[in-house]
């Protein structure tokens, strides 16, 4: 069993910053992939950033040159840097990945519970 915990969120002027992190702990041989996602009052849950064990990242348009996403492997840790941030980012952030438990386990996906980021303007 994996458990995906995020912290960094809270209430911030436009045009400031928030760090989130994600700490994967429990079963845990390697992180395949992780991603970032938000979900705002009546609207459906979006891709924010993903990254691979590799290092290959994605972005939505829409936080393209303000959001870079980034990991501590040795730490099994996830991190979202969220730079001049507007309105319409305010959301409850949601992280994800891909875990294998061992070198012979199936790759299986988590969900972490989410932490709120406003924006006020």
């Known amino acids: 069993q994996v458990q995906l915990v995020e912290s960094g969120g809270g209430l911030v002027q436009a045009g400031g910053s928030l760090r989130l992190s994600c700490a994967a702990s429990g079963s845990i041989f390697r992180i395949n992939a992780m991603g970032w996602y938000r979900q705002a009052p009546g609207k459906q849950r979006e891709l924010v950033a993903a990254i691979t064990s590799g290092g290959s990242t994605d972005y939505a348009d829409s936080v393209k040159g303000r959001f870079t996403i980034s990991a501590d492997n040795a730490k099994n840790t996830g991190y979202l840097q969220m730079n001049n941030l507007k309105p319409e980012d305010t959301a409850v952030y949601y992280c994800?990945?891909?875990?294998?438990?061992?070198?012979?386990?199936?790759?299986?996906?988590?969900w972490g519970q989410g932490t709120q980021v406003t924006v006020s303007s």
């Open positions: 994800n990945a891909g875990v294998y438990a061992s070198a012979w386990h199936e790759l299986k996906t988590y």
